[in-house]
């Protein structure tokens, strides 16, 4: 079945290190997404990737950094420089950009 | 940029009545409009789209959305809701300034009571 995945589904990180999440497509779509989703805030973009070997900052970069590799891939990480990394976060992909998102199941970091 | 706005944080509604769960847009030229749900602890799922065509848009589970230009809305409807409805629903839209990107509401709490 095509589909997104994230792993891992629960993360858990201390002060001052840095983690990788995991989001990997085999729908064969080109643009790519991350999301942080926090309580009464709704989703806020992180980064967004159009095509392999190409990103964009959204609106929250800060503290965040992203690589695309390869289609299929696009990991996430959460730099010790950003302050308040305890949140939900979402991947998601599009055929193209502008179209509707398939979005992964999630990954629950918290900071310990 | 292109924004959403959900101005009600939880709607409540008994099984079997109609619901709405609004959501009115600010967009400069012609919206691409989502509609999206998410249960607990899980990613959130396609609805409904409006991109251009007949103001009433069907889609899953029996949803539906009213595309309204001069009120510039977007309100999702069921004509009869169930239990398992109960859920957080998120409306979107495309924003050509981050890459059409979707830029989502905050976000509104669904609960249907028996």
């Known amino acids: 079945d095509g589909g997104i995945t994230q792993s891992p589904k629960y993360l858990f990180r201390k002060e001052g290190q840095n983690v990788t999440l995991s989001c990997e497509q085999n729908l064969n779509h080109d643009a790519m997404y991350w999301y942080r989703q926090d309580p009464g805030q709704g989703l806020r973009l992180i980064y967004y990737s159009q095509i392999v070997n190409d990103f964009q900052k959204g609106d929250i970069a800060e503290g965040y950094s992203v690589s695309r590799e390869k289609k299929e891939s696009f990991p996430l990480t959460v730099t010790s420089a950003q302050k308040n990394p305890t949140a939900f976060y979402l991947c998601?992909?599009?055929?193209?950009?502008?179209?509707?998102?398939?979005f992964g199941s999630g990954t629950r970091l918290t900071v310990v | 940029a292109q924004s959403v706005a959900q101005p009600e944080d939880q709607v409540n509604v008994a099984e079997g009545n109609p619901l709405t769960v609004k959501c009115t847009y600010s967009?400069?030229?012609?919206?691409?409009l989502f509609w999206y749900v998410q249960y607990p602890n899980r990613g959130l799922q396609f609805l409904l789209k409006?991109?251009?065509?007949?103001?009433l848009v069907k889609g899953s589970y029996g949803f539906e959305a009213e595309f309204n230009k001069s009120q510039t809305s977007f309100h999702l409807k069921k004509p009869s809701a169930l239990v398992s409805d109960s859920a957080l629903y998120f409306c979107?839209?495309?924003?050509?300034?981050?890459?059409?990107?979707?830029?989502f509401g905050k976000g509104t709490s669904l609960l249907v009571t028996p």
């Open positions: 998601a992909s599009s055929i193209s950009p502008g179209y509707g998102y398939t």
């Open positions: 979107a839209v495309r924003d050509k300034e981050s890459g059409y990107a979707l830029n």
């Open positions: 409006y991109i251009t065509g007949d103001n």
């Open positions: 967009v400069s030229g012609n919206p691409y």
